[in-house]
Each structure stands twice: as structure tokens, then as C-alpha cells.
């Protein structure tokens, strides 16, 4: 993004949080049970949300919430988003998935042992009694996955809705995808079969967040700014828009950078390293609702809300519908992805989906248009960054020059926001040492010192 575009950030509103309430779900067999984590992290998500107005107006006026709701959705979201994997585990293979509902979105669990719903209760969730664990959803989309290519014309999705708990095909022609499913040697009590009109299809001539074009010809959208080590860095983009070694240009037809890495179909990524006439800066675009300030990755739960960043429709919200979709375009089938309901449209290709502040991936493709509604699938950013060894861009906004590559330990020490931490790791803060009592993704704020939840002084 070239630095002279971007014209200013917008400051963030702090937004009071006193009329949230963050429940503290008592132990039910004395003082020296664990605390519970859902709790624990929605008080973390509490005391240092201060959601940028951009993001509220954006729930307000595509998810029907009033402020408070908005508000109270984003801290709920983010203490889903790190309690997965701890609740996955303690259920184990009872373990049916994890979702929000609600204006509000309230925690779900769901298990295939009623035995195990007081647990789920005591864990600050609502229990759901479902027949098939989450295991055994993935275990027929991966069967499916390996399966590709044997599939009946029309298939346009398939992915394991946790909340149905059933893995969907969606297809234009019910009777041959049928067929195939029974043939295919799957448990087809797990297999249910949509009569689907949707014609998925690659974003071409589209831009995202800010435009940019390859070689003479398509046009798509930058998805997020990246870093990469020995790199000017650039940004993340739908592997759709580009071959490995094409050319882009800006939103102004400046000369930008190259493809150094793309995939597609199979997947749907790619990266371009841009040129020094052009700065990375972690922030999204969202048009009329202004700047967005990117801090992390942390990828939201089922039922969450999360937006998009695209030229021909701007910014867009609705929530998530599954992850780990596979859906079929006619170049091929790209797994792996992200089915949302917000909609798009040709324009928003490669573009920003974001929840909150927390990057969640490019735009790959999708069905319907912004007038009648769609459904769109995006390539997750997480898988993208690893790929390619980027990390996204920080610091929120254009610097004023180029700065130097810092060396040695950062003045705060050796803990950052949007690290994985697991328990038993070591970190320096303000001249102290800390060891982490529980496994988390960091967020700004959450320092050692100010979250002794997470954080013991060593």
C-alpha cells in the first residue's frame, strides 16, 4: 500500500464495557478447582476490548444489533475463539464442535454423551446432544477430499456443518450426488444431500480492501499486509489472481511487486513481495466505515460474525457458516476454506475478511450477489502465512519513513500479542520473567502483569 493513499487513521472510541455482563461460573467442588477458562477469558476479553466504532457500526447495520450487543458479541467471540481447542480436548471424542449463537453469541458445545452435559454447563456453555462427534464429521469431508474428482458435475460444496451435525453436499442434481455418496463408502447416516442453485466461481475482475492489477489485464484486491524476513514484504491475495512470477501494479497503476508463491486450484493463496515505492501497513480498508487496524489472527468460532473488505460492494458482515469447506469451481476443487454468509460480489476477489481486528482470510469465491444475499468462501489467512513464512504486518498505520530492522530484545521484553503460547513457556516483560500457567493466544493488552490468570512471575 502506498503510504501517501493512506490519509489517516481514525482514533479508536473507547467503548465502555460496564454493562457486559462476564459471568464467573463458581466451582461446583470446592475453592481448589482450576478456574474456568471461558470465564476467565471472557474477563481477559472484557477488560481490554476497545472496539474500534467501525467495527460496531458494521454489526449494527448488517447483523441488526444495538450497541451493546455488538459489544458484548465481540468479547464473547473472542473468549470462544480460545477456549476450542481446551474444550476439544477435555471432551475428547465426545467432542461434537464448538459455536456462538444469538445476538450475542453465546457459547455452544456439543457432545455425543449426555453424561457429559453438566460438565459443558460448569464450563459456562449450553450443552446440545448431537449423534456424530466432530472426528467422525471430518474423517467423511476428508474422504470426500481424496474423492474430488470422482464427483458428479454440480457438486459446488461440501463441508461438516457442526451445527447440523452432518456433513452437506450441496449440488445442483440431488439424484446423481446421491448415487455418488452411497457408492462411495462413506457412513452415509452422516451424509445429507442440498438441492443447491449456487454457481461458486473465482472473483476475477475484482479488487478488495485497495486495488491492484496484474500485468495489463485482471484486477483484485489485497487481502492483508505481510512481512517477511530478508523481504520488502507485501500482501496476501487469492492464488486465483495470479501465477508465480506475474506482475502487479497499485489501485493508481504505479508499479507494485511480483507473485512470489501461488496455489490454486487445490488451494486458494497466494503472495505478492511488493517494491520499495511501497509500504506494508496492518490495517483494512473498510471504505465508508474507514480504516480498520489489523492485530492478530486469531480464527473466530462457528456462528461468529466477521466482515469483509471489497471495492464493488465495500464492507460487508454476516457470520460463519463452517470451516474447513471444500468447494468445487470449474478450474477445480480448492479444501480448506472458510463458507461464510456475507455477501460479494465480481470486484471483491482476494480481498479482507476480518472479525473484529483479528485477520481471518482472503476472498475466493462465493454465489448470489448483495441484493438477494450469498454465500462466500474465504481462503484462511493462517494457512497462508505459514505457507509462506509471513507474519502480518503491525504498528496499525503508514510510518512517516522507513524504519530499521530492530536488533536484540524488544525494550518490553520477549512477550508479544498474537503469540501462541503454551503452558510452561518463559517470557521477559518490563525487566521481569514470567512462566504461563495456561496455554493462549496473546492479545494487546494482555500483559504478564496485568493477567496473573495467565501469567506467573518467576
Aim: glycine share 12%; proline share 5%; hydrophobic share 35%.
Amino acid at each position: 500500500m502506498l503510504r501517501k493513499h493512506v490519509v489517516g487513521m481514525s482514533v479508536a472510541l473507547s467503548l465502555t464495557l460496564a454493562t457486559i455482563p462476564v459471568v464467573a461460573y463458581a466451582a461446583s467442588n470446592g475453592a481448589n478447582q482450576a478456574p474456568n477458562p471461558y470465564a476467565q477469558a471472557k474477563e481477559l476479553a472484557a477488560a481490554v476490548a476497545n472496539p474500534d466504532p467501525k467495527v460496531i457500526a458494521g454489526l449494527e447495520r448488517d447483523l441488526g444489533l444495538t450497541t451493546d450487543q455488538a459489544i458484548a458479541r465481540l468479547v464473547n467471540e473472542a473468549a470462544a475463539a480460545q477456549v476450542e481447542a481446551d474444550y476439544s480436548a477435555r471432551l475428547g471424542s465426545a467432542f461434537g464442535g464448538l459455536w456462538v449463537t444469538g445476538p450475542t453469541a453465546e457459547l455452544v458445545l456439543a457432545t455425543t454423551q449426555v453424561s457429559g452435559f453438566a460438565k459443558i454447563s460448569e464450563l459456562g456453555a449450553k450443552p446440545v446432544l448431537v449423534n456424530h462427534s466432530l472426528n467422525d464429521l471430518n474423517a467423511v469431508t476428508a474422504q470426500f477430499d481424496r474423492q474430488a474428482r470422482r464427483m458428479p458435475a454440480g457438486v459446488h460444496a461440501w463441508f461438516a456443518d457442526i451445527r447440523a451435525n452432518k456433513v452437506v453436499l450441496q449440488a445442483k442434481n440431488v439424484v446423481a450426488t446421491q448415487k455418488f455418496v452411497d457408492a462411495s463408502g462413506v457412513n452415509t447416516a452422516l451424509v445429507e444431500v442440498q438441492k443447491s442453485v449456487e454457481q461458486p466461481r473465482p472473483f476475477h475482475d475484482v479488487r478488495g480492501g485497495d486495488a491492484y492489477y496484474i500485468g495489463s489485464g485482471s484486477r483484485c484486491s489485497v487481502g492483508f499486509s505481510v512481512n517477511r524476513s530478508g523481504s520488502q514484504g507485501g500482501f496476501v491475495t487469492a492464488g486465483h489472481c495470479g501465477t508465480t512470477g506475474a506482475t502487479t501494479s497499485g489501485f493508481n497503476r504505479v508499479a507494485q511487486g511480483t507473485f512470489r508463491g501461488s496455489s490454486f486450484p487445490g488451494n486458494d493463496y497466494a503472495w505478492v513481495e511488493v517494491n520499495t515505492q511501497w509500504t506494508p501497513v496492518g490495517v483494512v480498508n473498510a471504505y465508508n466505515q474507514g480504516i480498520i487496524n489489523v492485530t492478530g489472527s486469531q480464527q473466530g468460532a462457528v456462528g461468529a460474525s466477521i466482515c469483509r473488505s471489497g471495492s464493488t460492494t465495500q464492507y460487508r458482515c454476516g457470520t460463519i457458516s463452517q470451516h474447513n469447506t471444500s468447494v468445487t469451481y470449474p478450474q477445480g476443487t480448492v479444501s480448506g476454506v472458510t463458507r461464510t454468509t456475507v455477501c460479494a460480489e465480481p470486484g471483491d476477489s482476494g480481498g479482507s475478511y476480518i472479525s473484529g481486528n483479528q485477520a481471518q482470510g482472503v476472498t475466493s469465491g462465493g454465489s448470489g450477489n448483495c441484493s438477494s444475499g450469498g454465500t462466500t468462501f474465504h481462503q484462511p489467512v493462517n494457512e497462508i502465512l505459514q505457507t509462506y513464512q509471513l507474519t502480518l504486518a503491525g504498528g496499525g498505520g503508514p510510518t512517516s519513513s522507513p524504519t530499521s530492522t530492530p536488533t536484540g530484545t524488544p525494550p518490553g521484553g520477549t512477550w508479544a500479542p498474537g503469540v501462541a503460547y503454551a503452558v510452561g513457556a518463559t517470557v521477559t516483560y518490563d525487566g521481569a520473567s514470567y512462566r504461563c500457567l495456561q496455554a493462549h493466544t496473546s492479545q494487546p493488552g494482555w500483559t504478564p502483569p496485568a493477567v496473573p490468570a495467565l501469567w506467573q512471575r518467576i
